[in-house]
């Protein structure tokens, strides 16, 4: 499985207990559409911890949305194409010149911790220097 | 006194800016303890903005065209230096370093901000239930929920505490609060109000309108706030007619259609009844009603929320405790961003940062979310073939009047269910408004849904004229 885009290999992949959907395995009516497992995993590409009542409440919440949603399956959709956006625009282009900007002061002002013009957070990758 | 009036006693010299916010004020300190629609009251800044335009005025200069008139604005609405809270944790402490487009053009029409509004954490709920400093209460009655995501701000108007609020539509989040309240509230054509300065939710659904007491009102507020804007991308280009020019043209011959599945299965009865009596108001006036079908508007709220919890799982993703609000420390820059937004977020956003992350994830990318995407494009050509035939539609805009506080938290899909009637125009881009017709049979009020193809707010707001004065 490809990890979201945005939270790259944060976090370890845990064994699946379904094919994808859409694959080979169907669900039946009144079967599980997502299992407790996946949505400890999507949790964690969301970087959101989870207790243990708040997964179990969750997943109930998210298998009841999903097969509402599942209603769309019976429609023939082949021949649609998305709509991604309700207004037709593509590639709007401003004048490439410098503008107004936000003031640099203002804006570090507001960071939870900031150093030197910068933002400042704990080590990325392994041990701090 | 209406925000038309307000503005023409101001810029008059009949009466002060300052004494107007002042009353409201007073208002406000009187009467918020029991409602809670504002996060935060700026007395101090209403009343020194109320005597820059008592002294424009004696001056000889005119303030604009909302001269004096007190604005509540909903706390997702960046202000600069005054904090905006989205009613979420995990923007604590944090005050904008900048004013929201719609701020600006408020302020150069001589409006007057006196506070921010309570509303569902993030825009994502329908009872603003979901607000991290506690729910807003009904000002019809008190046991009901005002309705939400902005619910604070549908409160602030019904309850006097000011004649204009500006709220955010992205499933129905102004006009279902408006409903409730019994007050007017407009969801304006996708891209015909910047949304610059409107923390995103959903960005190719987001759209700021106003709450007002009148139809009046609301047509004057969307002529100060609609037009293009530069750093909107998403903005229409061209400039559109003043909405309040057309008010008074009526609805003799426009073709209006009830919208058939948004007015049948699921609509309490007493609700039904006044969308009724509003649609033989209409032919009184001279509309030629008939029933209009727009079939795959059942499927819209399967589409919005997977579509909706999507981009919110994209735009939700900057709140890291990296630059700005919430920072609870971790040892690693990913276990502090995990603790910050486990601590900042509440349930319905977790929630929906969950459905949106899994919908958009690898191997169920086409199975949710590309064909929630087709099913938007179903939607539209459906819509597109109605057009065809009707000027207008109407449904009701809720399909109960004021539920209990507490009814529906424990049940979220119950709770979606209250946006049934709204969210198929936020897919379609549509305009939209509600206005109040009546009462159920509860005492409480009735929202009629008014909706109109892209740009059609002028015909829509004559229709909304024509209600207003059959009442």
Redesign the interface.
């Known amino acids: 499985?490809?990890p979201?885009p945005?939270?790259v290999g944060?976090a370890a992949t845990p064994a699946r207990e379904t094919d994808?959907?859409?694959?080979t395995i169907r669900f039946g009516m009144g079967q599980q559409r997502?299992t407790r497992a996946?949505?400890a995993h999507?949790?964690a590409?969301?970087?959101?911890?989870?207790t243990d009542e708040?997964l179990d409440r969750?997943t109930g919440?998210?298998d009841?949305?999903?097969d509402?949603?599942a209603?769309?399956?019976a429609?023939d959709?082949e021949a649609?194409?998305?709509?991604?956006?309700?207004?037709p625009?593509a590639n709007?282009l401003?004048p490439d010149t410098p503008g107004e900007v936000?003031?640099r002061d203002?804006?570090m002002a507001?960071?939870?911790?900031a150093e030197d013009g910068q933002?400042r957070?704990?080590?990325?990758l392994g041990e701090a220097p | 006194m209406t925000a038309v009036e307000i503005a023409a006693a101001v810029r008059s010299g009949q009466r002060s800016a300052r004494s107007v916010v002042d009353e409201h004020l007073d208002v406000i300190a009187g009467g918020d303890a029991d409602i809670h629609a504002f996060n935060l009251v700026a007395a101090a800044q209403a009343r020194a903005r109320a005597d820059e335009i008592d002294g424009a005025v004696a001056a000889g200069s005119d303030p604009g065209p909302l001269a004096g008139v007190p604005v509540a604005l909903k706390d997702n609405l960046c202000t600069r230096g005054l904090a905006t809270t989205c009613s979420s944790r995990i923007l604590e402490g944090w005050a904008p370093p900048y004013d929201a487009t719609v701020v600006e053009q408020l302020h150069n029409a001589g409006a007057v901000v006196v506070g921010k509004t309570n509303m569902d954490e993030f825009a994502m709920g329908s009872s603003t239930e979901n607000s991290a400093f506690g729910p807003t209460r009904n000002p019809r009655d008190t046991s009901r929920v005002p309705g939400g995501s902005s619910g604070g701000s549908a409160a602030a108007v019904a309850a006097g505490f000011a004649p204009v609020a500006l709220g955010s539509d992205t499933g129905g989040s102004i006009r279902q609060p408006a409903a409730l309240c019994g007050v007017v509230g407009v969801k304006p054509t996708y891209g015909l109000v910047s949304r610059y300065g409107l923390v995103a939710f959903a960005s190719s659904l987001d759209q700021i309108g106003p709450f007002t007491t009148t139809v009046a009102d609301a047509a004057a507020v969307l002529d100060v706030i609609g037009g293009p804007d530069a750093r909107d991308s998403t903005s229409i280009s061209d400039s559109q007619p003043p909405v309040s020019d057309t008010l008074a043209d009526g609805v003799d011959g426009l073709r209006v259609g009830v919208l058939a599945e948004l007015s049948g299965n699921g609509i309490a009865p007493d609700v039904a009844a006044r969308l009724q009596a509003a649609v033989g108001a209409l032919e009184s006036a001279g509309a030629r009603v008939a029933e209009a079908s727009v079939p795959a508007a059942v499927y819209g709220l399967s589409a919005y929320y997977l579509i909706a919890p999507a981009e919110a799982s994209s735009n939700l993703a900057r709140y890291d405790g990296v630059r700005y609000g919430l920072r609870v420390d971790g040892s690693s820059t990913p276990d502090m961003n995990t603790a910050t937004r486990s601590a900042g977020f509440g349930d319905e956003v977790k929630r929906r940062i969950m459905i949106g992350t899994y919908a958009l994830s690898a191997g169920y990318y086409d199975a949710y979310y590309g064909k929630a995407q087709k099913v938007r494009t179903l939607i539209i050509n459906d819509f597109a073939s109605v057009w065809e035939q009707f000027d207008l539609l109407v449904s009701p805009t809720s399909p109960t009047t004021a539920f209990s506080l507490g009814e529906r938290t424990a049940d979220p899909m119950a709770m979606y269910m209250s946006d049934v009637c709204t969210v198929p125009v936020n897919l379609t881009g549509q305009a939209a408004m509600s206005v109040p017709y009546g009462v159920g049979d509860d005492g409480l009020p009735v929202g009629v849904q008014i909706m109109a193809p892209a740009l059609g707010e002028p015909v829509m707001f004559r229709a909304a004229a024509v209600l207003e004065a059959s009442l």
Not at chain 1, 20 to 23: C, D, E, H
Not at chain 1, 80 to 87: G, I, K, N, V
Not at chain 1, 121 to 124: D, I, L
């Open positions: 499985m490809r979201h945005g939270n944060h994808n959907w859409g694959g997502i996946e949505c999507v949790a590409l969301a970087r959101l911890e989870l708040e969750f919440q998210l009841e949305l999903l509402h949603v209603e769309v399956e429609l959709l649609l194409p998305p709509t991604m956006h309700a207004l625009i709007l401003r936000l003031d203002e804006v507001q960071a939870p911790f933002f957070v704990p080590p990325v």
